[in-house]
């Protein structure tokens, strides 16, 4: 489990936007690692400056299997990871920390093939950026594109989880009400959907 959290803060916790990164940040071309193969979903950083505003910890939290199988190096991603950062931050929507798992049960190689606690649909991610950022998961939200991004915050104890929706392989194809149900549709929708105020309230 790797993570590049910002200082903690010494106030009370605060809730977190977990943020999945392939097919929901970025589009998912299959293991990206290099910025020509980068890109944006529409509207991420409008809708994350909007989460940040509203008083949420923008955290990344991804599987990146792609270093456990030899596509790229830790150098790659760390590369990748701070132009992404400068991107959000330049945006109003500076990241709180990223988190990643290189692991994988049965396709890594070396060290990197294993059963862990932080890929997802296992929480460790996130319950790790918790420790480290001081984070309310109670009063969080996670966006995610697969199953196991749910499976992962229902795991760690986050409540809100939407769903963007994906090409449908292996992946739910229908959502409940309130959930995205685009391919890659702008993360401003979905947080325009939300009642932000309320996600902030603990509940009773």
Request: net charge neutral; hydrophobic share 50%.
């Amino acid at each position: 489990m790797h993570g590049d959290p910002a200082t903690r803060s010494p106030h009370a916790l605060r809730p977190a936007a977990f943020l999945d990164r392939d097919g929901v940040i970025n589009l998912d071309h299959g293991y990206v690692a290099q910025r020509a193969a980068f890109e944006w979903v529409p509207g991420v950083r409008a809708a994350a400056a909007q989460l940040h505003a509203a008083g949420f910890a923008l955290v990344v939290v991804t599987n990146q299997s792609g270093i456990g199988r030899g596509l790229y190096d830790e150098a790659a991603f760390a590369s990748l990871t701070d132009w992404m950062r400068g991107e959000f931050a330049a945006a109003g929507a500076p990241l709180a920390g990223v988190y990643f798992c290189p692991h994988h049960p049965t396709e890594a190689v070396g060290a990197w093939r294993r059963e862990c606690t932080c890929r997802k649909p296992a929480p460790g991610l996130l319950l790790q950026a918790a420790r480290d950022l001081g984070l309310d998961l109670a009063r969080s939200l996670l966006f995610g594109d697969r199953g196991s991004d749910l499976q992962a915050a229902q795991a760690a104890g986050v409540p809100r989880r939407v769903l963007l929706a994906t090409d449908g392989a292996g992946e739910p194809a229908a959502v409940s009400a309130g959930l995205a149900t685009h391919r890659f549709r702008s993360l401003a929708d979905a947080v325009a959907s939300m009642d932000l105020r309320a996600a902030l309230v603990p509940s009773v």
